[in-house]
């Protein structure tokens, strides 16, 4: 059973600090690789989707890289902003079931 | 435009009440989804169509019903509502079933008192 794992839970930056973070699943058999953010209160918004056979993502100040073998991706963001404060979810899709990490909440301080 | 939309925003009852909640999508999508946000924040899938069909049944309890008019619509059922179903629950839908990018409606937080 494919199980997702989102480390740190919590962390907390100055503004303008580059940071990743990161997940890893137990199964690597996976199709693709979804990042998401989630604002207090609200639904999840789609950053970031990492097909298996691709590498990585880039969009604007945020690179999401994927290493199937070793059931690895990670999520960089660049000169991170205040608005940039969220929960990080990364999720796994593979045989019609996706399954999600517990998030990473991130807190970037002015 | 709103991609996807779920009603009601928020839905409050009382113990075993039947209850629905509606998603539409305006994306043209195939598949539709639903999941379930526990009160640790952790998401777990419940249900997916695929023009019509259900293709994904978590081992969710059978009062819990999705129900499919047409492929922008996929509504949730929920018969004999219990304290432990209060949660956030999320539809999304994807262009084709097989994995492509999930696009997510606001949520509905069900309170069952």
């Known amino acids: 059973k494919q199980e997702v794992t989102q480390i740190p839970a919590a962390l907390s930056v100055p503004e303008g600090e580059n940071l990743v973070l990161n997940c890893s699943f137990t199964d690597s058999a996976i199709y693709n690789l979804q990042w998401f953010r989630q604002d207090p209160g609200k639904g999840l918004t789609s950053l970031l989707l990492?097909?298996?056979?691709?590498r990585e993502q880039t969009s604007g100040r945020l690179n999401a890289s994927l290493d199937k073998s070793s059931g690895r991706s990670t999520l960089y963001i660049a000169a991170s902003q205040p608005g940039d404060s969220a929960t990080y979810l990364c999720a796994v899709f593979n045989n019609n079931d996706m399954r999600f990490g517990a998030g990473t909440r991130l807190t970037v301080k002015p | 435009d709103t991609a996807v939309s779920q009603t009601p925003k928020y839905l409050v009852t009382q113990m075993g009440n039947d209850k629905s909640i509606k998603c539409e999508q305006n994306?043209?999508?195939?598949?539709m989804y639903w999941y379930k946000q526990d009160s640790k924040k952790f998401l777990k899938i419940m249900f997916s169509y695929n023009n019509k069909e259900l293709i994904i049944n978590e081992t969710v309890p059978n009062r819990f019903s999705p129900k499919s008019p047409d492929k922008a619509h996929l509504n949730l059922h929920i018969n004999s509502l219990e304290l432990g179903d209060s949660a956030v629950y999320f539809c999304?839908?994807?262009?084709?079933?097989?994995?492509?990018?999930?696009?997510f409606g606001p949520g509905t937080r069900l309170t069952v008192l």
């Open positions: 990492i097909q298996s056979s691709q």
């Open positions: 994306l043209g999508h195939d598949t």
């Open positions: 999304a839908s994807s262009q084709v079933a097989g994995g492509n990018e999930q696009f």
